[in-house]
T-cell receptor, first 111, second 111 residues
Framework: DAGITQSPRYKITETGRQVTLMCHQT?????MFWYRQDLGHGLRLIYY???????DKGEVPDGYVVSRSKTENFPLTLESATRSQTSVYFC??????????FGPGTRLLVL | GQNIDQPTEMTATEGAIVQINCTYQ??????LFWYQQHAGEAPTFLSY????GLEEKGRFSSFLSRSKGYSYRLLKELQMKDSASYLC????????????FGGGTRLMVKP
């Protein structure tokens, strides 16, 4: 189906484990983004990518790694998860007129 | 960067009119977005203003004043389904046209 999808939708992990959140879009949009959403902070940009093999840090990149080998995929990896990374993670891609379209989100709990 | 300020919560009655305000710093400003987010769901695009003035679409309007660093989202003939968070986001051309989101305004519509 066309659109932007994320997997898994829910994830429980333990402190210190590596976790990868997947994001896939079928629009061939160049720009893709990862945000986290926490109570009291709104949406904060973690990393973004302007095209395949081009990524850059956002507002809160520490503890996260991204890659973009293909235009349609933009995985986010927590190399060693911490409790402070418990959050809801949204992936987005940018279409016409710089409008961002969001995936359904991944709810991550780090114990 | 940009600071985006909006009220945390608002309450209104079904059938009434409500105005959700948003203020932002003007440095590098290149457009103002409004998104709607229902509880547990992803943000969805509502409107994009880059020029001063009011844009109307059905029950909804969005206004921008670039000189005052001010925007609002107006909802008329409120319906229960309008209960959601409304996110204001500024685009900054000094930061690669990235979006900075406010914390969101949670609107509760009462019968």
């Amino acid at each position: 189906d066309a659109g932007i999808t994320q997997s898994p939708r829910y994830k429980i992990t333990e402190t210190g484990r590596q976790v990868t959140l997947m994001c896939h879009q079928t629009w061939s949009h160049s720009y893709m983004f990862w945000y986290r959403q926490d109570l009291g902070h709104g949406l904060r940009l973690i990393y973004y990518s302007a095209a395949a093999d081009i990524t850059d840090k956002g507002e809160v990149p520490d503890g996260y790694v991204v890659s973009r080998s293909k235009t349609e995929n933009f995985p986010l990896t927590l190399e060693s998860a911490t409790r402070s990374q418990t959050s809801v993670y949204f992936c987005a891609s940018m279409g016409a007129e710089e409008t961002q379209y969001f995936g359904p989100g991944t709810r991550l709990l780090v114990l | 960067g940009q600071n985006i300020d909006q009220p945390t919560e608002m309450t209104a009655t079904e059938g009434a009119i409500v105005q959700i305000n948003c203020t932002y710093q003007t440095s590098g400003f290149n457009g103002l977005f409004w998104y709607q987010q229902h509880a547990g769901e992803a943000p969805t695009f509502l409107s994009y203003n880059v020029l001063d003035g009011l844009e109307e679409k059905g029950r909804f309007s969005s206004f921008l004043s670039r000189s005052k660093g001010y925007s609002y989202r107006l909802l008329k003939e409120l319906q229960m389904k309008d209960s959601a968070s409304y996110l204001c986001a500024g685009m900054n051309n000094n930061a690669g046209n990235m979006l900075t989101f406010g914390g969101g305004t949670r609107l509760m519509v009462k019968p």
